[in-house]
């Protein structure tokens, strides 16, 4: 072993964890090197007065500051803490937010209940309110009746939309039924078994059914529901016939809803003409022999309709209705109209030119506002 | 110095294992059996940062942050390691910041100031003045010599911890222990040979 080797190893010796062999053989070196002696000798000097530097003591209460340290981690509780870990704050806490969510929820309510109001007055339906004992159903009405203009020439999906409604349209029969003593029997099917109401009309509508049979359900003059006309105790009508009896007796609306029928992208019907009606006396007594349910059922949505009253001509506006008309059988329809109510006015919206509104294939929307007979 | 206690109290506390109260401390939240641990190693863990740092309040103040960060971090600790191997590790790291902020900051001003009573170590005859001159030269060394060697010498020789347990603070193989130590005595050694011979020559 040569000197280099030994001093790369002597720290090693002087820790004594080399083998005995190692260390034999440094001892033999050592003996002879007097030069390494040395070397070691400084080395272990080193050695010996590091570890005999004294040990210090801590500070006095250097353990108690610490511990007062961690109690002060103990108890400062973070910020998710801070909220819910008291009792004393954090049930008034609770409490509060208790209140704010249950206030949050009320005013959204009422807001909700003001913005329903507004959207159904701007359809015109406005006398048909909420607070119905349908109102649930009243309100998926609408939402099923929510289909893109263009999707009416789509007769994939106008199939498809049209049966819900007449589904749902059923169910609304069947729950008024107990309400309603002389509720229609058959009446949701689209191809309706037509009451005997007028035998001109259902010919007629037969004959405009098979035109327009392969393209869409065979309704030419389909009156749009609206939640008041569901609880109407009456036969179901269609064709343009039907228009008629239905001003002087509003019927209830088995038929399908006008769910593939346009509703503006803000959810707001708009109607391609708008007619305003006067009822005559003698339909008007015809109405009132109608029955005592009818009149109840008309009471309670005229006072719920009370926002809507407001406005100044609803007063005497009594009943607001819809209906879908083939272009080419408008001219019938409001002849039709006519026949069975004074127009007081005709209004057809703004791009629709009349001569149009014949040719044109497509339905159209039509509003008929009815008037009472005897007022003003 | 703790030794002496004859209260009950000690006596349990000194029947827990380190482990056993970290357990204590992890699962019941038992702040009482982290003193114990404090009380168990405050006294290696405050030699070793003040023979890394060379001032008793520096050295006050770090040990504190040591323990108080070894609370904070309990929950890492895992027991596959001695609770003293991994505050030690805690120790050396605030320890080794801490110096390399004060070197950063005081400039070899304090070798200077130090330097003093080596040029003229007549001044203390006494035996116990020139123990405490040595005491102050080795301090003197240890804090000239590079933080890694000075962790070197300080675990092996100072605390006399074995090259295993070394290398398992240091997270290092045993062969690169001792060869750091080999290199970490030759630079003390050289270090204080300034000292010594200007001493002895002086004498």
């Known amino acids: 072993m040569n000197c280099e080797e030994l001093r790369t190893r002597l720290s090693?010796?002087?820790?004594k964890s080399l083998d005995a062999i190692s260390t034999k053989s440094i001892e033999v070196h050592l003996a002879s090197c007097p030069l390494c002696r040395a070397e070691a000798a400084a080395l272990n000097d080193c050695i010996r007065q590091v570890s005999s530097l004294p040990a210090v003591d801590p500070p006095l209460g250097f353990a108690q500051r610490i511990m007062a340290h961690v109690d002060e981690i103990e108890k400062k509780p973070n910020m998710w803490q801070r909220f819910f870990f008291p009792l004393k704050t954090k049930i008034p806490i609770q409490a509060t937010a208790v209140v704010l969510i249950g206030a949050l929820a009320f005013i959204l309510s009422q807001k909700e209940e003001q913005f329903r109001n507004r959207e159904t007055a701007g359809t015109g339906v406005?006398?048909?309110?909420?607070?119905?004992?349908?109102?649930k159903q009243k309100e998926a009405a609408p939402e099923l009746a929510i289909v893109p203009e263009q999707d009416v020439q789509d007769k994939g999906a106008a199939a498809l939309t049209a049966k819900k409604p007449t589904r749902l349209a059923k169910k609304f029969v069947d729950q008024a039924k107990p309400d309603k003593a002389q509720a229609p029997s058959p009446a949701a099917d689209q191809t309706p078994s037509r009451p005997p109401a007028s035998a001109k009309s259902e010919i007629e509508s037969r004959a405009e059914e098979k035109k327009e049979a392969p393209r869409r359900p065979p309704i030419q003059a389909q009156e749009v529901a609206t939640g008041r006309e569901v609880l109407r105790p009456s036969v179901d009508r269609f064709g343009v016939g039907a228009v008629t009896g239905g001003l002087s007796q509003p019927s209830l609306r088995a038929a399908p809803f006008a769910a593939e029928r346009s509703v503006s992208p803000l959810?707001?019907?708009?109607?391609?003409?708008?007619?305003?009606?006067?009822?005559?006396?003698?339909?008007?007594?015809?109405?009132?022999?109608?029955?005592?349910?009818?009149?109840?059922?008309?009471?309670?949505?005229?006072?719920?309709?009370?926002?809507?009253?407001?406005?100044?001509q609803s007063s005497s506006i009594t009943e607001i209705r819809w209906f879908t008309v083939q272009g080419d059988l408008?001219?019938?329809?409001?002849?039709?109209?006519?026949?069975?109510?004074?127009?007081?006015?005709?209004?057809?919206?703004?791009?629709?030119?009349?001569?149009?509104?014949?040719?044109s294939?497509?339905?159209l929307l039509i509003k008929v506002i009815i008037l009472s007979p005897a007022e003003r | 110095?703790?030794?002496?206690?004859?209260?009950?109290?000690?006596?349990?506390?000194?029947?827990?294992?380190?482990?056993?109260c970290v357990r204590r401390i992890i699962q019941r939240g038992e702040t009482d059996a982290f003193e114990i641990l404090v009380?168990?190693?405050e006294k290696t863990i405050f030699n070793l940062v003040y023979r890394m740092l060379g001032d008793y309040d520096d050295a006050a103040e770090v040990s504190q942050e040591v323990f108080l960060s070894a609370y904070r971090a309990i929950g890492q600790f895992r027991g596959d390691a001695n609770f003293s191997t991994w505050l030690y590790r805690i120790a050396l790291n605030h320890a080794t910041t801490r110096r390399r902020s004060i070197s950063s900051r005081q400039q070899k001003t304090v070798p200077i100031d130090d330097m003093e009573p080596l040029s003229d170590p007549e001044l203390g005859p006494a035996e116990t003045f020139e123990r405490k001159e040595i005491r102050e030269r080795v301090q003197l060394a240890l804090n000239k010599l590079e933080p890694d060697d000075a962790t070197m010498i300080l675990l092996r020789d100072l605390q006399d911890i074995s090259y295993d347990e070394v290398a398992r603070v240091l997270e290092i193989p045993v062969g690169t222990v001792k060869s750091r130590l080999h290199r970490a005595r030759q630079a003390l050694k050289t270090q204080l040979a300034t000292y010594f011979c200007a001493g002895r020559k002086a004498i």
């Open chain 1, 12 to 15: 090693d010796y002087l820790d």
């Open chain 1, 126 to 135: 406005s006398a048909v309110t909420s607070a119905n004992p349908v109102e």
């Open chain 1, 267 to 312: 959810g707001e019907l708009n109607a391609d003409v708008e007619f305003v009606v006067r009822r005559r006396a003698a339909q008007r007594r015809d109405q009132l022999s109608s029955g005592s349910a009818d009149t109840a059922a008309q009471g309670a949505v005229a006072k719920r309709s009370a926002p809507a009253a407001a406005a100044p």
């Open chain 1, 330 to 359: 408008y001219d019938r329809f409001k002849k039709e109209l006519a026949a069975e109510a004074s127009i007081e006015s005709e209004k057809a919206a703004g791009a629709l030119e009349n001569d149009f509104i014949q040719k």
């Open chain 1, 361 to 363: 294939a497509r339905e």
């Open chain 2, 1 to 20: 110095m703790t030794k002496p206690s004859n209260t009950s109290e000690s006596m349990v506390s000194e029947s827990i294992s380190d482990a056993d």
């Open chain 2, 39 to 41: 009380r168990r190693h």
